[in-house]
């Protein structure tokens, strides 16, 4: 008889556990953030969805999920179609998302790397076939002056000169846009993510130095395009800046590539003789705007430089690394170590 009791308490304690793990298991949110594509088709039955669903990773028990889907009898509210799940959800996430029929309109993933300028993006888009030729840059190159599209002008625009175009203010990420966007709705979500990454702190601090946002990203827009690594970029922005304060030219080769469209590492005797306001071996201070579009730690290297010695840098054709030298005699002794 007592074996019968035990054997009963057990069962009921392993009964309860159980229960309690289910309900905590429904509720529990995972910490992947991934997005998942996840499809029903029309007809398939709780069983099938409840495979896909941990064939894909999305839940950790086939039992829990069509125990859930029982206990609220949601089977039949299942709505057929595609939805944008990740993995943090929990079970309970899941089936609330599925039932409600918020079906993901069928989007695209988009790249655009930082320092990429309006051609390479509209070369991108229409490789992809995204846009068709001329949609982006059409829109892009437009001045500013002349706006007209039909989303409202950001504010971060006021201070750019009107005979500028679009080039600097479209921020480099990752975007999902729906497969039906246009190229003006494509520049208006690349330019809102540079409107909320140019934040508050940033104006005020741009501000306080007295300079412009659209300064500010002309030179992050060469800074982006001169180094690499976010230390680096630092110090060239406080060596840039230090040599317009003492009235020496910029002299940055990616400048003149941008007036020639070219993008030699070094650039020629007859490129450096161009006669383009983009040409800062020929004219002082900064270009008129930016000459790619600059990522947020180019940004954030314009706004807050760091202070060095030096006045010169060179890249190493082999590594990649940046060599800086206090004045030009040791600048031409490190050309001539690393760049024969």
Not at 145 to 158: Q, T, V
Not at 276 to 302: D, E, H, V
Request: charged share 30%.
């Amino acid at each position: 008889m007592k074996k019968v009791l035990f054997f009963i308490i057990f069962i009921f304690l392993a009964y309860m556990a159980l229960l309690q793990y289910y309900h905590f298991s429904i509720e529990k949110h995972g910490v992947n953030e991934e997005e998942i594509d996840f499809v029903i088709e029309k007809g398939q039955n709780v069983e099938t969805i409840s495979d896909n669903l941990f064939k894909a990773d999305l839940i950790d028990s086939t039992l829990f999920f069509e125990t859930y889907i029982w206990e609220t009898g949601n089977g039949i509210k299942l709505q057929a179609g595609k939805y944008i799940l990740d993995k943090k959800m929990s079970i309970k996430e899941i089936v609330d998302k599925l039932i409600s029929g918020d079906v993901a309109r069928d989007e695209k993933t988009i790249k655009i790397l930082e320092g990429w300028t309006i051609d390479d993006i509209e070369n991108y888009l229409v490789e992809n076939e995204i846009t068709k030729p001329g949609e982006f840059s059409g829109l892009a190159k437009v001045y500013i002056g002349d706006w007209s599209m039909s989303f409202a002008k950001p504010d971060i625009l006021d201070d750019a000169p009107s005979r500028v175009d679009l080039e600097g203010y479209l921020f480099p990420d990752t975007y999902r846009i729906f497969s039906s966007a246009t190229a003006e709705d494509i520049v208006e979500k690349l330019l809102g993510h540079m409107e909320l990454k140019l934040d508050d702190e940033l104006r005020v601090e741009i501000k306080k130095q007295g300079r412009s946002i659209h300064e500010v990203l002309t030179l992050a827009s060469i800074i982006e395009k001169e180094v690499v690594s976010e230390e680096d970029m630092a110090i060239v922005s406080g060596l840039l800046q230090k040599r317009m304060e003492i009235g020496m030219k910029l002299e940055v080769d990616s400048s003149v590539n941008y007036a020639t469209g070219k993008s030699d590492p070094s650039a020629s005797y007859v490129d450096l003789q161009i006669d383009s306001p983009y040409n800062t071996y020929k004219y002082f201070g900064l270009p008129p705007g930016p000459i790619s579009n600059p990522g947020f730690r180019a940004i954030k290297a314009a706004v807050y430089p760091e202070e060095s010695p030096y006045l010169f840098y060179l890249n190493r054709q082999d590594t990649g690394e940046t060599i800086f030298s206090q004045d030009y005699n040791e600048h031409i002794r490190n050309k001539n170590k690393y760049l024969k």
